[in-house]
């Protein structure tokens, strides 16, 4: 990890003013997309919060949207100008900022300061992730050996955003490298990789599509396209917002019995961040 300009690191946020940062970006996201027109739903363990405990999943600290893949790409098309007042940036995959294949949406007053990253070319600050639904094969073995490809591509960006993913991801090295017909990964730049995520994307157009799915390094799952026809408003923690109709679906293929509880020793916080205010002192 690297940490510079320290003086520009001001009060550490307590757990819960980090929580009403990431649900201030959430509410911010949530009037932006009725503004102008974009599809949105609460995602993963946040859908999961919304549906079994009507707000965070108690040990977690983290919010996550889902998108259509044409409401994403638009959303990273428009949000800086739309937003250029906020203190919201949209930082997308190809920013010299981005660390994750995803879109980040950050709170730009504050800093968050997670171990395993770099900082070399600036900080982010309190986020909310942002993953898009694509179409995908309607075949079960074609859609199992396509998304098998895409994850691995997905981990040769983490490889070359990430140095310490190495050991654990050589094969993945070996697998994309044999894939672009080069002999070593390093002369293959992280944008040349996300591309050739987004080409496979686009071999199975959204609106086309009789599945769609969350594709990546972790996620793997797809459900029928009419799961997110429809959106229903729901109460997360103090406010209002929006989950698909076929969340049922679609979290029972993401985690299998998503109502009942871990085991008490899995009910802990997964991330170890430090988040601070910006000294603008």
Known sequence: MV??????????????????????????????CSKMGLRYYLGDG???????HHGYIPWDDDIDIRMPRPDYDE?????????????YRLIEPKSKLAQNSFVKIIDSDTIKIEPYLDYKNGYLGVDIDVFPFDGCPSDEQEFTEWATTIRSYDKAFLYKKRIWYRAILSRAKDFFCKRLHAKW???????????TI???????????SEYICGVNV??????????????????????TFRIPVGYDAILTA???????LPPI??????????VYWKNKS
């Open 198 to 208: 987004e080409n496979s994307f686009q071999e199975y157009p959204f609106d086309k």
């Open 46 to 52: 946040t859908l999961i919060g919304a549906v079994r």
């Open 75 to 87: 959303l990273i098309r428009i949000f800086n100008e739309g937003s250029k007042d906020s203190r």
């Open 185 to 195: 990964l390093p002369f293959v730049s992280s944008d040349e990789i996300l591309t």
């Open 254 to 260: 993401q985690y299998g019995n998503y109502m009942q």
């Open 218 to 239: 972790v996620d793997c799952f797809r459900v029928p396209a009419d799961a997110i026809k429809a959106y229903m408003l729901v109460p997360f923690e103090d406010r």
């Open 3 to 32: 940490v510079k300009n320290k003086n520009i690191f001001g009060q550490l946020l307590t757990v819960e003013e980090n929580k009403k940062a990431q649900l201030d970006i959430l509410s911010y996201v949530d009037a932006f």
């Open 265 to 274: 020793e899995e009910q802990v916080p997964h991330h170890t961040n430090k």
